[in-house]
């Protein structure tokens, strides 16, 4: 099992910055690969950004040059720096634990608790 805690959303107004955390505990050896979901009422869950072990990383075309993923391997600790934030990024966002293949981001069933990003002036 993988245990993913996630902090750091809120409100924020357009334009405006924030950066989610997702601590990872457990059986950790058998990932390889992190990703930030988010999801709105009415529909399907999202895939925003991805980061593998070798620090290989793919965003969401929505996301790209705003959003930042990285990771801290001694604090087995990912992260997602949100810049420019937009109306349309309001969402709860999702930390999951998975696996990359080199060419796609597949999750498995370990995900985070969920945290609420509201972007609104």
């Known amino acids: 099992q993988v245990q993913l805690v996630e902090s750091g959303g809120g409100l924020v107004q357009p334009g405006g910055s924030l950066r989610l955390s997702c601590a990872a505990s457990g059986r950790i050896f058998t990932i390889n690969a992190m990703g930030w979901y988010r999801q709105v009422p009415g529909k399907q869950r999202e895939l925003v950004a991805h980061i593998s072990s070798g620090d290989r990383t793919n965003y969401e075309d929505s996301v790209k040059g705003r959003f930042t993923i990285s990771r801290d391997n001694v604090k087995n600790t990912v992260y997602l720096q949100m810049n420019n934030l937009k109306p349309e990024d309001t969402a709860v966002y999702y930390c999951?634990?998975?696996?990359?293949?080199?060419?796609?981001?597949?999750?498995?069933?370990?995900w985070g608790q969920g945290t609420q990003v509201t972007v609104s002036s």
């Open positions: 999951n634990a998975g696996y990359f293949d080199g060419s796609a981001y597949f999750p498995r069933n370990y």
